[in-house]
T-cell receptor, first 113, second 112 residues
Framework: DTGVSQDPRHKITKRGQNVTFRCDPISEHNRLYWYRQTLGQGPEFLTYFQNEAQLEKSRLLSDRFSAERPKGSFSTLEIQRTEQGDSAMYLC???????????FGQGTRLTVV | GQNIDQPTEMTATEGAIVQINCTYQTSGFNGLFWYQQHAGEAPTFLSYNVLDGLEEKGRFSSFLSRSKGYSYLLLKELQMKDSASYLCAVRDRKQAGTALIFGKGTTLSVSS
């Protein structure tokens, strides 16, 4: 396992379409995080899973966003009825225990046109 | 990262030392992290402080003062490859549980 992987790396979609991103964390990591990053800003926390349970959700996560981690391994983030403001880099990170660093994936860059 | 402040940009020359400051406000502090992020790439972990004091790791050191809500990242013997954004992040149990809250990042430009 070489690290956190995300797919796709880039996604261009028309406004109003639905998109889904996938994240495969480091295999032994039970904690998984989704962040969103726009140009010139630091990553903003969206949601957190411990195994298959979604334990935390940011106020940033509107009703159009949903995330799953069905078997406690990979995770998906879906955005419904995309808006231009959703254009950003979506980063996934995983960690093994609290107090240790989180390892980030390369991200999925979403452009809504 | 509205509760985390760090300078937007810094410049330095090769071989020099640079200190990037970070101040934060939390109600449930549980650790401070520094990450490096090159343009278009994922953030990579540099350091972690949970107790007051200095943590040294090669050319990079990080300092924490919990009473002052203050940290700095010290980069020595700067190299061109150190040109990147440096992100200060805190873990605040009362804001986001185990997730990290990031500052906006400091863009460091190293010139020859």
């Amino acid at each position: 396992d070489t690290g956190v992987s995300q797919d796709p790396r880039h996604k261009i979609t028309k406004r109003g379409q639905n998109v889904t991103f996938r994240c495969d964390p480091i295999s032994e990591h039970n904690r998984l995080y989704w962040y969103r990053q726009t140009l010139g800003q630091g990553p903003e926390f969206l949601t957190y899973f411990q195994n298959e349970a979604q334990l935390e959700k940011s106020r940033l996560l509107s009703d159009r966003f949903s995330a799953e981690r069905p078997k406690g391994s990979f995770s998906t983030l879906e955005i419904q009825r995309t808006e231009q403001g959703d254009s950003a880099m979506y980063l996934c990170a995983s960690s093994s225990t609290e107090g240790t660093e989180a390892f980030f994936g390369q991200g999925t860059r979403l452009t809504v046109v | 990262g509205q509760n985390i402040d760090q300078p937007t940009e810094m410049t330095a020359t090769e071989g020099a030392i640079v200190q990037i400051n970070c101040t934060y406000q939390t109600s449930g502090f549980n650790g401070l992290f520094w990450y490096q992020q090159h343009a278009g790439e994922a953030p990579t972990f540099l350091s972690y402080n949970v107790l007051d004091g200095l943590e040294e790791k090669g050319r990079f050191s990080s300092f924490l003062s919990r009473s002052k809500g203050y940290s700095y990242l010290l980069l020595k013997e700067l190299q061109m490859k150190d040109s990147a954004s440096y992100l200060c992040a805190v873990r605040d149990r009362k804001q986001a549980g185990t997730a990290l809250i990031f500052g906006k990042g400091t863009t460091l430009s190293v010139s020859s």
